[in-house]
C-alpha cells in the first residue's frame, strides 16, 4: 500500500471553529490532492497541489483552503467550518498528473462532522 | 463538463456468477479512465487503468474495456466472491484531475 496517512482519522467540531486536516506521505510523489466524498455526488476534488507551494483549485473548493510546505505534507483548512463540510475527505497522491498511465493513491480518509 | 454515471447503483449476486458494472460519460477527450474499489470505512484501491488509447485492460478475474465512441466502460468480474463485496467506482481523466461516478454498491452472498 502506498505510505499515505491523513489525521485526525474522526472528528467532530462546531460551527465556526477553524479546521486543519493532514496529508503525509512517504512515497515522494508530487501531486497531491484533496476530495470530499458526499451521499449522492461521489468524490469531488477541492484542490490539488503540483509540488512545494504550487496549488491549484478544484471543482468545490469555497471554504477551503490548503498549504504544502514539504513535498510529504499537504494540509486542508477550513477557516471557520460549517454544517455543509460536514464529509469524509480523502487525500490521494500520484507520481504523474492524471493523463499519465499511473493510478492516484488514497488515503482511508478523514471523518468530520461539523455540530 | 464531464459527467460520470453508473449503473445499477447496487448489485447483489450469488457467489461463482459473472457480473458486468456498467460506467458512461458525456465527454470523449479523455486521458485515461479508471476503475477504483472502495471498502467500508476505508479509501479507494485502484484495480485497472485504461488509456485513452486501449480498448480493455485484464488483472486476474477483473477485465475492463473502453469505448470512447460510446462513450462507455464496463468492468466484468469472473466467478465472483464473497470477498468482492464492495463499492466499485470508475473515475475518467482528463489533464490534472478526475472526474468519479458515484459507484456501484456490489454486494456478493455465499
Known amino acids: 500500500d502506498a505510505g499515505i496517512t491523513q489525521s485526525p482519522r474522526h472528528k467532530v467540531t462546531e460551527t465556526g471553529t477553524p479546521v486543519t486536516l493532514r496529508c503525509h506521505q512517504t512515497?515522494?510523489?508530487?501531486?497531491m490532492y484533496w476530495y470530499r466524498q458526499d451521499p449522492g455526488h461521489g468524490l469531488r476534488l477541492i484542490h490539488y497541489s503540483y509540488g512545494v507551494k504550487d496549488t491549484d483549485k478544484g471543482e468545490v473548493s469555497d471554504g477551503y483552503s490548503v498549504s504544502r510546505s514539504k513535498t510529504e505534507d499537504f494540509l486542508l483548512t477550513l477557516e471557520s467550518a460549517t454544517s455543509s463540510q460536514t464529509s469524509v475527505y480523502f487525500c490521494?497522491?500520484?507520481?504523474?498528473?492524471?493523463?499519465?498511465?499511473?493510478?492516484?493513491?488514497f488515503g482511508d480518509g478523514t471523518r468530520l462532522s461539523i455540530l | 463538463k464531464q459527467e460520470v454515471t453508473q449503473i445499477p447503483a447496487a448489485l447483489s449476486v450469488p457467489e461463482g456468477e459473472n457480473l458486468v458494472l456498467n460506467c458512461s460519460f458525456t465527454?470523449?477527450?479523455?486521458?485515461?479512465l479508471q476503475w477504483f474499489r472502495q471498502d467500508p470505512g476505508k479509501g479507494l484501491t485502484s484495480l485497472l487503468l485504461i488509456q485513452s488509447s486501449q480498448r480493455e485492460q485484464t488483472s486476474g478475474r477483473l477485465n475492463a474495456s473502453l469505448d470512447k465512441s460510446s462513450g462507455r466502460s464496463t468492468l466484468y468480474i469472473a466467478a465472483s466472491q464473497p470477498g468482492d463485496s464492495a463499492t466499485y467506482l470508475c473515475?475518467?481523466?482528463?489533464?490534472?484531475?478526475?472526474?468519479f461516478g458515484k459507484g456501484t454498491m456490489l454486494l456478493v452472498s455465499p
Open positions: 512515497e515522494n510523489h508530487r501531486y
Open positions: 465527454d470523449s477527450a479523455i486521458y485515461n
Open positions: 490521494a497522491i500520484s507520481e504523474y498528473l492524471a493523463d499519465s498511465n499511473q493510478p492516484q493513491h
Open positions: 473515475a475518467l481523466s482528463g489533464y490534472s484531475t478526475l472526474t
